[in-house]
T-cell receptor, first 112, second 118 residues
Framework: GQQVMQIPQYQHVQEGEDFTTYCNSS?????IQWYKQRPGGHPVFLIQ?????EVKKQKRLTFQFGEAKKNSSLHITATQTTDVGTYFC????????????FGQGTTLQVKP | DARVTQTPRDKVTEMGQEVTMRCQPI?????VFWYRQTMMQGLELLAY????????DSGMPKDRFSAEMPDATLATLKIQPSEPRDSAVYFC????????????????FGDGTRLSIL
């Protein structure tokens, strides 16, 4: 079945440093979604990418979809303590039934 | 803002007891998902429904878990009998119908039920 590998699993950064998490698939993806889960909270949808090479920005967050649509990245510029949490990528299963497959997530810690 | 409502927020019970978790999806959403989250396994899909029909429950232990949607405003997840290994956070999520452009829809998660089986 469809799987996505997300790296790194954990990242500790000093406030103000940049952060990037990567999501990789062995198969071509039709689209990819990104979610953020704050400690003790629930996953919250951030963005969806559908086009090859697509780049979208949300303030300090930059999302990219690879040209081959097999990988994606989330980059945060100048991290802040409010960025703390776990970032998940999620893709739809190959059966196109609406089943969303989540990566293992990258947990970001930001030291003030 | 519309939101997915889950009850109870926390549940502590003894092994062997029945546990029922409830979810009210966002009005107008036609897909409902049940996830289990643990440190070891991450987010696992247990079951999901579209237009109240179960589409996939392959991630759910069939012998003790059951998921239903008695109506469009209520989804339930039951565990009977519960075991300590069932301790986890259980999330319900709902999603709107796909748009006319065919793009998949984002999922909206509830606050979860934190379940502890002693």
């Amino acid at each position: 079945g469809q799987q996505v590998m997300q790296i790194p699993q954990y990242q500790h950064v000093q406030e103000g440093e940049d952060f990037t998490t990567y999501c990789n698939s062995s198969t071509t993806l039709s689209n990819i979604q990104w979610y953020k889960q704050r400690p003790g909270g629930h996953p919250v949808f951030l963005i969806q990418l559908v086009k090859s090479g697509e780049v979208k920005k949300q303030k300090r967050l930059t999302f990219q979809f690879g040209e081959a649509k097999k990988n994606s990245s989330l980059h945060i510029t100048a991290t802040q303590t409010t960025d703390v949490g776990t970032y998940f990528c999620a893709v739809y299963g190959s059966s196109n039934t609406g089943k969303l497959i989540f990566g293992q997530g990258t947990t970001l810690q930001v030291k003030p | 803002d519309a939101r997915v409502t889950q009850t109870p927020r926390d549940k502590v019970t003894e092994m062997g007891q029945e546990v029922t978790m409830r979810c009210q999806p966002i009005l107008g959403h036609n897909t409902v998902f049940w996830y289990r989250q643990t440190m070891m396994q991450g987010l696992e899909l247990l079951a999901y429904f579209r237009n109240r029909a179960p589409l996939d429950d392959s991630g759910m232990p069939k012998d003790r878990f059951s998921a239903e949607m008695p109506d469009a405003t209520l989804a339930t997840l039951k565990i009977q009998p519960s075991e300590p290994r069932d301790s986890a956070v259980y999330f319900c999520a709902s999603g709107p119908p796909r748009g006319g452009n065919g793009k998949p829809s984002p999922q909206h998660f509830g606050d979860g039920t934190r379940l502890s089986i002693l």
